[in-house]
């Protein structure tokens, strides 16, 4: 699907006085941050949607930045933090198009962003752990092939469905501290809603060894 027709289609599904995914924040984030998450962190969560994810961190006293690319959404995410007497920096933009600063953040939040084919996905993996601090946390959650049985939600092309092995590969240089696959019933809003069939990852980005660290320091001049 082509970014203009993609937009148009999200507009479209956002464009109900109804939450899509709902108003709380998915099951898997409310268990995973406060193991993984430090106090105050600094967050980014990618294609947010309507805000449920980033709105329930700003209220666990994060510092958090969100995007989607669908301006309807990003509308009514600003109201709904709003409503929750929440902050949230919110910002209409792609994957593509949003600037990775290296290090930003101390941790990132990717709910169900399977929109992506294995090229463009391998690029959005590398971004995020770009963007990531070193020791900074990965919380990913999303559906595997078996999903394409249950029909409750999620992509319909199975190349952009999650298995662990796909995960380990695109998380080589993380320390992986979950990976799990499992099924469960789903309760997020009419858009996933039944049984599922998920894969939940928490992963933490190593940081640069001194060896790294002085190879960069030594190289560094070659190119400047």
């Keep these: 699907m082509k970014h203009l027709e993609a937009k148009k289609m999200w507009d479209n599904r956002f464009n109900s006085e109804d939450f899509l995914f709902g108003t709380e924040a998915n099951t898997f984030l409310q268990e995973m941050a406060p193991k993984y998450l430090k106090e105050n962190a600094r967050i980014l969560c990618i294609a947010d949607g309507e805000g449920r994810n980033s709105t329930w961190l700003a209220q666990q006293n994060h510092q958090v930045d969100a995007f989607d690319f669908s301006d309807i959404a990003i509308e009514k995410a600003k109201k709904f933090a709003s409503s929750k007497n929440v902050e949230v920096n919110y910002v209409v933009s792609d994957c593509e198009s949003i600037n990775w600063e290296a290090g930003d953040y101390d ?118």
């Design 107 to 224: 941790a990132i939040i990717a709910i169900f962003i399977q929109f992506s084919n294995p090229k463009e996905r391998s690029r959005l993996f590398k971004d995020m752990l770009l963007a990531l601090k070193p020791g900074g946390v990965l919380i990913l959650q999303g559906y595997t092939p078996k999903q394409l049985e249950y029909k409750t939600g999620g992509p319909s092309q199975i190349e952009n469905l999650y298995t662990e092995r796909v995960i380990k590969s695109l998380l080589k240089n993380t320390k992986i501290e979950v990976l799990k696959s499992y099924e469960a019933e789903l309760s997020e809003g009419k858009a996933h809603s039944g049984k599922s069939a998920l894969i939940g990852v928490v992963a933490i980005k190593k940081p640069v060894s001194i060896w790294q660290f002085a190879l960069s320091a030594i190289m560094m001049p070659m190119f400047s």
